[in-house]
Nanobody
Framework: QVQLVESGGGLVQAGGSLRLSCAAS????????MGWFRQAPGKERGFVAA???????YYVDSVKGRFTVSRDNAKNTVYLQMDSLKPEDTAIYYC??????????????????WGQGTQVTVSS
């Protein structure tokens, strides 16, 4: 059974940093695209960042220059380093695995595997 387990969320002040981790089990994702989506209250789940099996990276415009996605295939884990956090980054962050990149972004409707989500709250 495939599981994606996120960790690292929490409460941080604006301008601060957090690092999310997502550990996968049940199968290896070394040949798959992995990444992160987020969902704020009252909004749809949207793409944040992705990293392909060749380590190409993609970001939504609002996080470029502030967030960094990376992966460790030996640990079957993907990370999201979030710096210079803003209150508008507040959301539940979901790890995702196996989805295509179309027009330089992922689509939540095409994700095959999801984590349970981790809350990120940025106070002003």
């Amino acid at each position: 059974q495939v599981q994606l387990v996120e960790s690292g969320g929490g409460l941080v002040q604006a301008g601060g940093s957090l690092r999310l981790s997502c550990a996968a089990s049940g199968r290896t994702f070394s040949s798959s695209t992995m990444g992160w989506f987020r969902q704020a209250p009252g909004k749809e789940r949207g793409f944040v960042a992705a990293i392909t099996w060749t380590s190409s990276t993609y970001y939504v415009d609002s996080v470029k220059g502030r967030f960094t996605v990376s992966r460790d295939n030996a640990k079957n884990t993907v990370y999201l380093q979030m710096d210079s956090l803003k209150p508008e980054d507040t959301a539940i962050y979901y790890c995702a695995a196996e989805f295509p990149i179309v027009r330089n972004r992922g689509d939540a409707q095409t994700v095959r595997y999801w984590g349970q989500g981790t809350q990120v709250t940025v106070s002003s």
